[in-house]
């Protein structure tokens, strides 16, 4: 079973040039995070944070 098939995320601390890069392409894409200090949060479309849990493990996941 393969949770992120299909997926692809970018860490960078530039998100906006990315996506321009992807929109030139016609490929969608959203910024759906950032890095912090400490903790493991993510932020709701409505602006609420909360809690970010471990992922479970996926076929590819166990490989690594």
Do not use: M, W
Request: charged share 30%.
């Amino acid at each position: 079973r393969l949770i992120a098939s299909g997926s692809l995320l970018i860490a960078t601390p530039e998100p906006e040039s990315i996506l321009c890069h992807l929109r030139e392409k016609e490929i969608r894409g959203t910024v759906i995070g950032q890095f912090v200090e400490s903790g493991f949060t993510i932020r709701q479309e409505n602006g609420e944070e909360e809690e970010l849990p471990p992922p479970e493990a996926d076929e590819l996941y166990k490989l690594s």
